[in-house]
């Protein structure tokens, strides 16, 4: 590596950690680390010419929470749109230096509505939205009416500027009026916060006070894709995308619709998720394909990870989201033949010289 690498995130988190132990594994000199707080404060940062500057998250730091929501419970789930457009300020204050993440990438991939348009257009597979573009959803009666219009009885029902399943609602509706969701969100008082247990609201009434509390969020509605199950638990996967190439993948499994690790999910034996698709005539190339696809719509980001949603009896896959901070994933070792050995930093860190983003666009 002949440039310096700067990282800017969160210095004493677990993400900029990682970084630097796979600095050291690789023999590269030490980063410079930036915090997101000094950008914030300062309004912007001036890089070198010579530099590779890493944006990666703000992390769960609450100085820097503060900085982008401002001052409050930092479990709640609330000023989505000021941390959006706060991040989306910051990374664009930041000259100088090669990037690793346009700004302009940062602001699609942290508004869901937008990503969701921009991958159609692409004709990458995702689920169908009556949301995509960026329609506004003022409350529940919004979101019923637009999804009978669109024929959906099962929906998600997600804050547009979220990660991490915060806040994400998963909705069914039948016959009579009859309907639940199931959510992390923990609905007290009229505000929603953040927890790690999926609960699940029963009736309109608690489901139409959810997605109200919700809805000064910027929601997004997707339809409920049915995936297929392990051992009686729902699966999908996270695929990391480093330089245009699928690196890494992991099977996720989730009691609940929410297939996260921090929610309950577990990772599963990868060979089940190539297996089933191997029955079912689907080519595990052409399943990593999806993700570069996806990965392709933002050539001038150096990493994404892509959630890709089997379809039922794995005859296919649809992209759910795209990360720009998906490659949090210690220990998972890369897919062979494409990053044998490697972690998902190492496998960064070893493809830093030889991507351009300037060839990628």
């Known amino acids: 590596m002949t440039r310096e690498l700067v990282v800017i995130g969160d210095p004493t988190g677990r993400r900029t950690q990682l970084i630097r132990d796979a600095l050291k594994r690789s023999g590269q000199p030490e980063a410079r680390i930036i915090s997101w707080g000094q950008v914030l ?5 001036e890089a070198s010419p010579t530099d590779t500057v890493w944006l990666d998250s703000p992390g769960d730091s609450a100085d820097i929470d503060r900085l982008l929501r401002g001052p409050g419970d930092q479990t709640r789930i609330g000023d989505g749109p000021r941390w959006y457009q706060r991040f989306c300020d910051a990374a664009s204050s930041v000259r100088g230096g090669r990037l690793l ?9 942290f508004d ?3 990503c969701h348009e921009d991958l159609t257009r692409a004709s990458v597979p995702v689920p169908a939205s009556p949301t995509s573009g960026g329609e506004v959803v003022a409350d ?6 637009l999804t009978s219009d669109a ?16 806040g994400v609602v998963a909705v069914e509706t039948a016959s009579g009026g009859r309907v639940q969701a199931r959510s992390s969100a923990e609905l007290c008082d009229g505000r929603t916060y953040n927890s790690l247990r999926v609960r699940t609201y029963r009736g309109e009434r608690d489901v139409a006070s959810l997605i109200d509390a919700l809805a000064p969020e910027n929601l997004h509605i997707e339809a409920w894709i049915p995936k297929p199950t392990v051992g009686g638990r729902s699966a999908d996967l996270r695929v990391v995308v480093v330089a245009g190439v699928a690196t890494h993948a992991v099977l996720r499994l989730g009691a609940s619709p929410m297939t996260n690790l921090h929610l309950g999910g577990t990772r599963g034996d990868l060979t089940v998720a190539v297996n089933g698709f191997r029955r079912a005539g689907v080519d595990w190339d052409g399943v990593l394909g999806v993700a570069e696809d996806a990965a392709r719509c933002f050539p001038r980001t150096f990493c994404v ?3 890709l949603l089997p379809t039922s009896g794995w005859r296919g896959v649809v992209v759910g989201e795209v990360n720009a901070f998906g490659d949090l994933l210690p220990g ?3 897919l062979p ?6 972690d998902t930093y190492d496998a960064q860190i070893a493809a830093l010289d030889g991507w351009r983003c300037d060839d990628a666009a």
């Open 151 to 166: 024929g959906m009885r099962r929906f998600f029902v997600k804050p547009a500027h979220g990660s991490s399943a915060a």
């Open 41 to 45: 404060n300062d309004g912007g940062v």
């Open 112 to 114: 869901k509505r937008v």
């Open 140 to 145: 529940w009666t919004q979101v019923r009416r």
């Open 101 to 109: 993440s346009d700004p302009a990438d940062i602001a699609i991939l």
């Open 305 to 307: 990870g892509v959630d």
């Open 337 to 342: 033949g494409r990053a044998d050995g490697l």
């Open 332 to 334: 998972l070792a890369g």
